[in-house]
């Protein structure tokens, strides 16, 4: 190898490793500054908020405890509704009803995690599946509470901490979906570096050895999919309640499969691979989606297909993999 | 006494629909253990082959039919080939992640050629009246369904347990690695059987057109459907598969007859009792996922 371009890479290796620490503040930091720089963005950043803390609390299932799901949107609608048939029924207020929503996913997840985590494979996917769509059909049919296929529409929410209200430019909802995400993203990291987080890695790669140490394997990840459930709830409530409607394709299988596909898009298992995933997604189908629909369902399938063939890991996968060819072209 | 007839009648003609579409992706699913969300893709396309050839080139029906099950047997093989068989082995995330890409092509492909309105099938006309059995007066596409269903189910049956092809797929499902060892070429066992799974489901993507609308997403409205029916069903079995596809046809039909306010809610709930109860299907030749 030629040594100027090995004393360079060796430069730039040791100029990321000093900036490691910056590098995980800085998507906070860009959001944070994204609040004064570009007015008039605050819902479609709202939005993209919300779906992180989503794709998150789905990364809790699929990067760590080994679940793969085709029905977390289940969790998420069932959040958006439950605040949103609250606020219809005179509970406005934001924080309050944001806990309930999570109170009500959580119980939804213990009572559907404990009937389909006893399958696996084939049968848990399609239990997980069939969850959502049971759900789904529910909502259409209930119109009386959900307003059926028209979704619920009419909610209106007070303000957030009594002081602030979510109006329609959206700056309160902007810092109000902001802290929700960093909280949920503290008390994630905090969780994933605990025994319990650790227990649910070693369930992912090996459940009969972790069953032979003594680890109780179904209340591990039940115990997951319960604090998933209630993430994904909380998101549903934060979308009802910035958005003041609910749609009742926040319980379809296409939400379950896009949430998916962003999280899979940044890399799962990493917990910021939320954060990278889901704006380029959002952004990417704003842009595609523009002209025809068929555009974006082209580009997302070919990105999919791209991704498990070539480059399993998403973004992150990519960059880590050349962040250690740089290392090993730089030494030590 | 008509009524339950009728019910009887339409879940059943329903079921054949479902099975005919779904035994491919049974037997694939058992062979390989490969989760394919995608199978809904071939039935669509089968629809597609199958109207356009009779609406715009005035081919008629059963001719199209098989004329979409051949193009569709086809691509089947090239894919398996081509893209299915690099990932055998690898994670179930990678396998639904990698179907779910193939569904948006497909629907996007979908849209772009045959545009977002459903293609309507225009039926011969000796296919559109009423026909009367047992003094109840039944449609004579549905007859033709349930008949060509029944044939079909026969077939395979002779082919699956009496042909020598039916039994290496028996022993490749059981034990692919001693299958392997004893002769068997596999890799073109899978790819025949991947070919000839999804020709089955074009041809019930067609025939059936009348009953599931031929529309672009058409593989993410029904793959619910398929799917239940192979995982209740069983995998690597044909007759699994078919107890389960009438069973989801008949029930769904007189559910939504019965109940028609609680519309698809039994179903799911019916769906979830069985796969708890029996989470490998009710008839299951796989190890795989044993």
Known sequence: MNPSSASSARVLVAALRASSGPLQAAPWLAAAAGFFLFPGYEPLATQIFVMILFAMSLDLLVGYAGIVTLGHAALFGCGAYTAGILALHGMTDPIATALCAMAAAAAVGLLSGSLMLKTKGLALLMLSLATTELLHEIANKAAFWTGGADGLQGISFGPVLGEFALDFRGRTAYVYSLAALFIVYLFLRALINSPFGWSLRGIRENDARMRALGCSVFSRRLAAYVIASALAGLAGALQAQTTQFVALDSLSFELSGNVLIMLILGGSGRLTGALIGVPVFMFAQDALAKQDPANWYLWQGLILIGLTLFAPGGILGICSRAWRALQRRGGP | ?290
């Open chain 2, 1 to 290: 006494m008509t009524t339950v007839v009728t019910i009887l009648f339409f879940g059943v003609a329903y079921g054949m629909i479902l099975y005919l579409i779904s035994v491919g992706l049974s037997v694939t699913m058992g062979l390989m253990g490969f989760i394919n969300l995608a199978h809904g893709v071939f039935a669509m396309l089968g629809g597609y082959v199958t109207v356009t050839l009779m609406n715009r080139l005035g081919v008629p029906f059963f001719p199209s039919l098989a004329a979409a099950c051949a193009a569709v047997t086809v691509l089947g093989f090239v894919l398996e080939r081509g893209l299915y068989a690099r990932l055998y082995g690898r994670s179930e995330l990678d396998q639904v992640l990698f179907s779910m890409g193939l569904i948006f092509v497909a629907v996007a492909i979908a849209r772009m050629v045959w545009g977002p309105l459903a293609q309507p099938i225009q039926l011969p006309d000796y296919l559109k009246g009423q026909t009367d059995v047992l003094g109840v007066s039944l449609p004579a596409y549905r007859i033709t369904l349930v008949a060509f269903g029944a044939v079909v189910v026969g077939g395979l049956w002779l082919v699956f347990d009496r042909t020598l092809f039916g039994a290496r797929i028996r022993a490749a499902v059981d034990n692919h690695d001693m299958a392997e060892a004893i002769g068997i070429d596999t890799s073109r066992l899978f790819a025949v059987t991947f070919g000839l799974g999804t020709g089955l489901a074009a041809l019930g993507g067609g025939l059936g057109a009348d009953v599931l609308a031929i529309v672009p997403s058409y593989p993410l409205l029904y793959i619910v459907y398929f799917l239940i029916v192979v995982a209740v069903g069983g995998l690597g079995s044909i007759k699994g598969p078919f107890i389960a596809a009438l069973f989801i046809g008949l029930a769904d039909t007189a559910c939504k007859y019965a109940v028609p306010e609680a519309g698809a809610i039994f179903v799911f709930l019916l769906v979830y009792i069985l796969l708890l109860w029996r989470p490998n299907g009710i008839i299951s030749r796989s190890r795989a996922d044993g």
